[in-house]
Structures are given as C-alpha cells and as structure tokens.
C-alpha cells in the first residue's frame, strides 16, 4: 500500500515539475496529424467501395456554426465548407466557414465563384494552427427538408470526382426550430451506373409538393452517413455553466409564436396533397396481387405529414400551458402578504 | 514603506479602474463562446500544452448597443520579446469576412488568460484601437469551476493615474443573446448522448427540456426562500437592495392576467386543438381506407374466376 501511495506522489511530482499536462483522450480528436492525413490520401481505401465512408462526426462548434449561418439566411439558401479528416470509415468535421456565394440551388458547382475565397481562407486558417483540409461542403433547404436536389447530386458527384474525400451535409433551420431538434443530413452520391445492393427505404420526410418529384428522382443516387456529434472537455464545462443562465431563454421561448408562417405553409402543403391523393383514392382499382408494400399511396404519405405538423403545434401549445400554469396562476394576497398557489 | 505594500497587492489590479458606469450593453452569441472554446482547445491538443490564444471579435453595433456574433482567431507575432497580434493577417481576414457578413464590424478581440488584464493586454488593446476606437476585450478562463460562466467582458477608459494618462479597464455586464436556432443548437450539443437509446419518444425530448429549465427556476426560487427565511430569522443580516428587487419581482406575479389575454391564449389554445382535430381525422380516414383495401383484397381472392369488379367498387 506504502509503496503504491509513494509511487503516486513521485509520479505526480515529477508532472508537476516537468508541467506535463494530461490530455483527455476526449481531446485527442483535436490533434491534427499531417503524416497520418498523408498516407490516407495517398492509400486511398475510398475508391474501391462506393458505401466506404458509414458515419461522420461534427464537432459541436461546425453544428453551432452551419446552424447559425443557414439560419442567417433566412429564406434563401446558404452555402459553406468543411474542414476535417478522415479517421478508417468516419469522416471528421472540425470546423466550417461561410462562402460568399448566392443561388446555390440554380447551378452546378456555385463553389466555382468562390474558390479565391476558399484558398484565401484555407491559407489563413493554416497559419492560425487550423491544419485540416476540406473535406466536404454544406448548404441549406430552409423549410424543405434535409435530402439532396437534382442539382446538388451532380454537384456533389463532380466533387466526388475531384476532390475526394467529400462529403455533403444539408442543414434545414426552419425545421430546426419549428421542430425544437436540429434538422441535418450527411450525404455522399453513387458513382453513376452503381446499384446499390441492398435498398433500405430510409427515413420518411415531408417534403412540399412542388419538390417532391425532384427528391424521388434522385433519391436512390445517394445514402446517407450516420451523423454524431464530439465536443471537448473545455466545450462541455462551457455548455454546463452555459446552462445557468441559458434556462431562462428555454422557458421564454414560444414556438408557436415564432414558427406560424412555417406552420401555414405546411398547413398549405398538407390540404394541397389531400386534394391529390382524393383523386388517387377514388380511382384505386382491384389488382390481384398488389404490387411491392413499399409504395405508398399519397394518403399515407398525407397522413403522416400531418401527423407531423400536428405533433409540432401540440408540443407548442404545452410548452405555453407549462409558462401559463407556473407564472399566472399564482396570487397576491396583500392582506395576509402571502403568495397563495391557485390549481 | 507601506505604500510600496500596497503597491504590490494591488499590482494585478493595477489596469483595473475604479467600478465606475459602462458605457455600452453588450449581448453575447454562444457561438463566440464556442469559437474560443475551440481554438484553445486546438492549440493544446496540436502543440502540447496550453497557450494562450488570441482572436477578433465580430458583429453588430446600434448606438450603445453590441452584440458579438462572431469571431476568428488572430496571429501572434513575436517582436522584441513581445506577442504583438499581426496586423497584416488581421487586414486580411476582415477583408474575408466582409464578403460574408457584409454587416459586421470589429468589435473588440478575446484573448484567454486567469486573472485581470496585464500588461500584455493593455499593448494588444492599444492595437485594437487603432482598429476601432472603443474595443471591448473578452477574457476567459479555461480552468475555471462549473458554477458561472468564466468570461469577463472589459471595455477601456483613460484616466489619470499619478498625473499621467493610463488606460484602464472597467467591467462590463453581458447577456447572452437569445436567438432560437442558436438555443437548440446549443442545447442539442449539450445534450447528445442521452438520446442513444433507439427508442426516443418525441414528447418526451421536448418535455426534457422544460422540465430542466424548471428544475432551474425551481432551484432558484428555493434559494431565495431561504434568504429570506434567513434573514426573518435574523441568522443573515438585511439586505434592503435585494429585499426590494424581491418585493418588486412577486409584485409582477401573476404576469398576465387581463381578460384580453385569456381571449387570445384561448383563441390559440382552440387553434391547435382544431388542428389536432383535423390531424386525428386524416389519420383516421387513412386507416379506414387502408382497411376497405384491404377487405376488397381479401373478398376478390374468393372470387377470383368470376371477374366481378363492378360490385366492390
């Protein structure tokens, strides 16, 4: 026991004398290591297999950041890049940064305006101690959901052409708040002619009437990355203290409130498809054997829209009656200088 | 012999003005804290051990209103045994931002640190200067505790100190700005790993949220009913500012209880109850339909060499 407590204090003296500095492995991620970085790119694993890339992590400051800057652009798409690495079958996102660049969802390739930029930036960040290198782009759908449009597939493919490793990450803000959770999606396109083996039916979305033909076109072009997210110790002792005066903005806030334009629209959406699949109802036709469960017909489709939207306003509504409850129904008895609680 | 005493107590609060009245309101983005967060925490991991690390910030004024939205970091160049902040690369990066946030100007700059400003902040302060005239400097503490937040936000004034001109620092009072995109961001970041259970329930998440903030306010309250117990008690003494400032707060309760105001939260409170209805219906016509396809299905198997469509249709 002596010897063990006598080895602890030697070993703790000579950190403190040699100020060695322990770096959680939480921490570790932040290293950049250029001769590792190298040798993948060289090696090059992601060319044999199309579905090589399976997960990628962000770090908590690119998700604040694209959050930040798609939702700074109100109703129009923005566009940025991403900074990182790649670790085995992950791809790391430490860091993005906003292009100065406009109509990204018109053109193939509106990262061509802004490459003086881009190099210009890249070079900066690399004398600052940012040593990563892109590895993939960014852009939002403010109110239509996180997939991939026609023009974004080509773009990302010429980019999977050119400039491997990259990945993109489509970032809606206005479903963000209206739904009180981040909408995100991490993306990267089938070389062309590839069939993927195995067709999962991924994760239903609403989308709007007026894209959907677009998203079913181009939606097998594509799969979808699992997305997790890393913050450092720093991070998570600045989010804690954060909190202590955070809360009060999580009580105040009031969605129903901030999020009706959205919730009309969607309201808008939802009747437009009714009307649709009334018209496919009303034609449905004995087959013998009904094709493949997959497709669904439009009222499902309608229905689970609108469960959506109703979820949504519902969680609104309960976060008013929690706020009404605490905050009005209490009173002041000035007689007996009491607060009386009321039920 | 005294005076050289109290020379060497108050040398770290030598740059420290006396508490006097700020001049500007700042509200600060989360985001910045992040930023910095990020770029100390790079430095380390990249070269072994802590530095300190020095940045711009960026965003937003209307008159004796900032608001810091953003921020980069900055070069440190060594000049004659200082760390002078490089104004070459600082020209350049603003001429990159502007082309992003055309709308954002220089506000100040951050830099990370554990006590009050020194010396060589007051040298990186005269820079900022030059850059804009009134700058505020923003220090954090990485090694802080987890109770407050360890920023403290300086604006500079020039007074006279032994008859000279010295520039020294005043303490500003901050907020934490409140935009709802950023809040859940933030709160998503903060709260990632609880939800890698698979079987995540959409009501429950948001009800997790508010009931934490609950437990805030809760806590809160209960802190300051045992002060005032206390002091009822005579345990503390009376403290007649915060005495006031409770009396006024209890006062407001309850918040909002005008009769227009029950109209309108009724209104909305009918609203979404429409829409829940509405809601229910589709849902259940839906499944009604999925159930009369199924029945057709189920009935033309039985008659299926007779070719009898027209009676189930």
């Given at each position: 026991m002596a010897s063990t407590s006598q080895s602890c204090i030697a070993q703790k003296s000579w950190e403190l004398n040699n100020s060695v500095e322990h770096i959680s492995s939480?921490?570790?991620?932040?290293?950049?290591?250029?001769?590792?970085?190298?040798?993948?790119?060289?090696?090059?694993?992601?060319?044999?297999?199309?579905?090589?890339?399976?997960?990628?992590?962000?770090?908590?400051?690119?998700?604040?950041?694209?959050?930040?800057?798609?939702?700074?652009?109100?109703?129009?798409?923005?566009?940025?890049?991403?900074?990182?690495?790649?670790?085995?079958?992950?791809?790391?996102v430490m860091e993005t940064f906003a292009l100065p660049v406009e109509g990204t969802e018109t053109r193939v390739n509106a990262q061509a305006q802004a490459y003086e930029y881009m190099t210009a930036y890249i070079e900066s960040a690399k004398q600052v101690g940012r040593l990563e290198n892109a590895i993939g782009w960014y852009h939002s759908h403010p109110g239509y959901g996180c997939w991939l449009s026609g023009i974004d597939v080509s773009t990302q493919m010429l980019n999977q052409n050119f400039?491997?490793?990259?990945?993109?990450?489509?970032?809606?803000?206005?479903?963000?708040?209206?739904?009180?959770?981040?909408?995100?999606?991490?993306?990267?396109?089938?070389?062309?002619?590839?069939?993927?083996?195995?067709?999962?039916?991924?994760?239903?979305?609403?989308?709007?009437?007026?894209?959907?033909?677009?998203?079913?076109?181009?939606?097998?072009?594509?799969?979808?990355?699992?997305?997790?997210?890393f913050k450092s110790a720093l991070d998570r002792k600045l989010l804690d203290s954060l909190w202590n005066k955070y809360w009060v903005n999580?009580?105040?806030?009031?969605?129903?409130?901030?999020?009706?334009?959205?919730?009309?629209?969607?309201?808008?959406?939802?009747?437009?498809?009714?009307?649709?699949?009334?018209?496919?109802?009303?034609?449905?036709?004995?087959?013998?054997?009904?094709?493949?469960?997959?497709?669904?017909?439009?009222?499902?489709?309608?229905?689970?829209?609108?469960?959506?939207?109703?979820?949504?306003?519902?969680?609104?509504?309960?976060?008013?009656t929690i706020k009404d409850k605490l905050f009005n129904n209490v009173f002041y008895k000035s007689d007996r200088c009491q607060l009386v609680a009321m039920d | 012999m005294a005076s050289e005493f109290m020379e060497i107590d108050?040398?770290?609060?030598?740059?420290?003005?006396?508490?006097?009245?700020?001049?500007?309101?700042?509200?600060?983005?989360?985001?910045?804290i992040m930023n910095i967060s990020e770029h100390w925490t790079r430095v380390r991991a990249q070269e072994g051990k802590a530095k300190q690390v020095v940045g711009a910030l960026i965003?937003?004024?209307?008159?004796?209103?900032?608001?810091?939205?953003?921020?980069?970091?900055?070069?440190?160049?060594?000049?004659?045994?200082?760390?002078?902040?490089?104004?070459?690369?600082y020209t350049a990066k603003e001429e990159q931002f502007k082309q992003v946030f055309c709308d954002m100007d220089f506000l100040g700059w951050y830099t990370t640190g554990v006590d009050t400003p020194n010396e060589s902040d007051i040298k990186n302060h005269k820079q900022a200067c030059t850059i804009n005239e009134s700058p505020i400097l923003l220090k954090l503490n990485p090694y802080a505790g987890h109770t407050d937040l360890p920023i403290t936000l300086y604006e500079s004034v020039t007074d006279l100190v032994n008859g000279e001109p010295t520039m020294l620092f005043v303490e500003v009072q901050y907020t934490l700005a409140t935009e709802e995109a950023e809040r859940i961001g933030v709160d998503h970041v903060a709260r990632m790993v609880s939800n890698e259970t698979g079987?995540?329930?959409?009501?429950?998440?948001?009800?997790?949220?508010?009931?934490?903030?609950?437990k805030m306010l809760h806590t809160r309250v209960k802190m300051i009913l045992e002060y005032v117990k206390a002091v009822q008690n005579k345990e503390l003494p009376k403290n007649h500012e915060i005495l006031r400032e409770l009396y006024s707060l209890t006062h407001r309760l309850p918040v909002m209880q005008s009769p227009k105001f029950n109209a309108e939260f009724y209104?909305?409170?009918?609203?979404?109850?429409?829409?829940?209805?509405?809601?229910?219906?589709?849902?259940?016509?839906?499944?009604?339909?999925?159930?009369v396809n199924k029945f057709n299905i189920l009935h033309d198997r039985q008659g299926l060499g007779r070719k009898v469509r027209g009676l189930f249709y």
């Amino acid at each position: 026991m002596a010897s063990t407590s006598q080895s602890c204090i030697a070993q703790k003296s000579w950190e403190l004398n040699n100020s060695v500095e322990h770096i959680s492995s939480v921490d570790e991620i932040f290293k950049y290591d250029k001769k590792q970085q190298q040798d993948i790119l060289i090696a090059k694993p992601w060319d044999k297999d199309p579905h090589f890339f399976k997960d990628i992590k962000i770090s908590a400051l690119a998700l604040l950041k694209m959050v930040m800057h798609a939702r700074s652009g109100g109703n129009l798409e923005v566009m940025g890049l991403l900074l990182g690495k790649v670790d085995g079958n992950t791809m790391i996102v430490m860091e993005t940064f906003a292009l100065p660049v406009e109509g990204t969802e018109t053109r193939v390739n509106a990262q061509a305006q802004a490459y003086e930029y881009m190099t210009a930036y890249i070079e900066s960040a690399k004398q600052v101690g940012r040593l990563e290198n892109a590895i993939g782009w960014y852009h939002s759908h403010p109110g239509y959901g996180c997939w991939l449009s026609g023009i974004d597939v080509s773009t990302q493919m010429l980019n999977q052409n050119f400039q491997e490793p990259f990945v993109a990450i489509v970032i809606d803000p206005v479903r963000t708040i209206s739904a009180g959770k981040v909408c995100i999606g991490a993306f990267r396109t089938y070389p062309k002619g590839y069939k993927p083996p195995n067709e999962e039916p991924s994760e239903y979305q609403t989308i709007p009437l007026n894209k959907i033909e677009d998203f079913g076109v181009h939606c097998n072009q594509y799969y979808s990355l699992e997305i997790t997210y890393f913050k450092s110790a720093l991070d998570r002792k600045l989010l804690d203290s954060l909190w202590n005066k955070y809360w009060v903005n999580t009580l105040s806030s009031s969605s129903l409130i901030t999020n009706d334009d959205y919730l009309t629209g969607q309201i808008f959406d939802i009747s437009e498809k009714l009307e649709q699949s009334e018209s496919q109802v009303s034609r449905y036709v004995l087959s013998g054997d009904l094709h493949e469960k997959r497709v669904e017909d439009k009222l499902s489709k309608a229905t689970k829209d609108s469960n959506k939207t109703t979820i949504e306003v519902l969680h609104g509504l309960m976060a008013q009656t929690i706020k009404d409850k605490l905050f009005n129904n209490v009173f002041y008895k000035s007689d007996r200088c009491q607060l009386v609680a009321m039920d | 012999m005294a005076s050289e005493f109290m020379e060497i107590d108050d040398a770290s609060k030598k740059f420290m003005a006396p508490v006097g009245v700020p001049s500007v309101t700042v509200s600060l983005h989360p985001l910045v804290i992040m930023n910095i967060s990020e770029h100390w925490t790079r430095v380390r991991a990249q070269e072994g051990k802590a530095k300190q690390v020095v940045g711009a910030l960026i965003g937003k004024q209307t008159g004796r209103k900032l608001e810091i939205m953003n921020s980069f970091e900055l070069l440190l160049i060594k000049i004659d045994n200082d760390m002078i902040i490089d104004k070459a690369y600082y020209t350049a990066k603003e001429e990159q931002f502007k082309q992003v946030f055309c709308d954002m100007d220089f506000l100040g700059w951050y830099t990370t640190g554990v006590d009050t400003p020194n010396e060589s902040d007051i040298k990186n302060h005269k820079q900022a200067c030059t850059i804009n005239e009134s700058p505020i400097l923003l220090k954090l503490n990485p090694y802080a505790g987890h109770t407050d937040l360890p920023i403290t936000l300086y604006e500079s004034v020039t007074d006279l100190v032994n008859g000279e001109p010295t520039m020294l620092f005043v303490e500003v009072q901050y907020t934490l700005a409140t935009e709802e995109a950023e809040r859940i961001g933030v709160d998503h970041v903060a709260r990632m790993v609880s939800n890698e259970t698979g079987e995540s329930s959409l009501v429950a998440e948001h009800l997790t949220a508010q009931y934490n903030a609950i437990k805030m306010l809760h806590t809160r309250v209960k802190m300051i009913l045992e002060y005032v117990k206390a002091v009822q008690n005579k345990e503390l003494p009376k403290n007649h500012e915060i005495l006031r400032e409770l009396y006024s707060l209890t006062h407001r309760l309850p918040v909002m209880q005008s009769p227009k105001f029950n109209a309108e939260f009724y209104t909305q409170c009918n609203d979404v109850a429409l829409i829940t209805y509405l809601g229910s219906i589709t849902k259940c016509c839906n499944n009604m339909n999925q159930f009369v396809n199924k029945f057709n299905i189920l009935h033309d198997r039985q008659g299926l060499g007779r070719k009898v469509r027209g009676l189930f249709y």
